[in-house]
């Protein structure tokens, strides 16, 4: 008789194991997300999900892998990465024929800064002057002159110059040593260069809106693995609601994530002008203007006919995946105000 038992207590056992293992082996569905070097204030939702375990939550292993925005389009295309969130590199990837699809947003508002040296009292005081920019075609690029264009009728090679750096840190150095009398500064980076004596002088969030940070993966990946999509999804959307309500959380992830951050007075002070700024949604009318400014640079640089217009943006995203998980979880959309900036 004790011999008829043992294969049911085995089974049982086996059982109980399984049950038991499930979650862990749930844990182990891998996601690798982009991370640009040194952090961005975009991205800060992704960095909440990570430190606080809501990857986790959704049984996803995730990990950011550090690479400069065009690397990260790069290792997406050739299967190195599974997403990441450069929406203007995704923007021309797309608009160049690459099947990707965009599942989720982070930030909902403009974060750039024309920072300057403490001299400087208006933009027009620019004019004739060397302003420090990232990489023609960048976001930070494009707002910056975009600001300066339509609300100082400020011309870039005209009204003033620019020189491109990759890094925020050594704008701020360029700065510093007058090199450079303005530069494009993240909030993040332009709270640093306050604390050094140097000037906010505008906030590109004041007259422009954008969909910052969002979320692009190839069509491929998000068709063969829609649940999870939407575990990246619900993570990223409770890392957005953490974040408008806990400071001092909050504050631990800004400091881990973002390089130029070296206490709690900078994290404190990028908080309250940030966490109010994400949204896991991503507005149509903000979509698509993400592809439209990176179709007119492709116009400039002879890369798309200017008289052919911009293809439907919907077709980029993976829109009812997205509305459907965020209804499923009861999200809260950002409640934002519209810029308040006006033409001088």
Known sequence: ????????????????????????????????????IGGDGFHVPTYVALDEGFFKQEGLDASLVELQAPAQVTAILTGNLDCAPIPSGGAQAALSGAKITYIVGESLKSQWTLTTRADIAAADQLKGKTIGLGRPGGADYDEVQAVLHRFFHMDAGKDYHVISFQGEAERIAALSNNDIQGAGLSIPHAIVAQQAGLKVLLRTGDYI?????????????????????KKIIRAIAK?????????????????????SIKNDKDAGLIWDQL???YGAEVPPALFREILESRRLTMIAARQWPADKPLPDPEQFIARKLLDSTLKEMNYVPANLAAPTGAAQ
């Open 209 to 229: 809106p954008r969909a910052g940070g969002t979320i692009w993966c190839m069509q491929s990946f998000v068709q063969q693995h829609p649940e999870t999509v």
């Open 1 to 36: 008789m004790p011999m008829l038992r043992l294969p049911l207590v085995l089974a049982a056992a086996t059982i109980g194991f399984a049950l038991a293992v499930a979650p862990g082996a749930q844990a182990q569905t891998k996601v690798t997300i982009g991370k640009v």
């Open 275 to 277: 966490h109010d700024s």
């Open 239 to 259: 890392a957005v609601m953490y974040f408008r309500t806990n400071k001092e959380g909050s504050i631990k992830v800004l400091e881990h994530h973002i390089a």
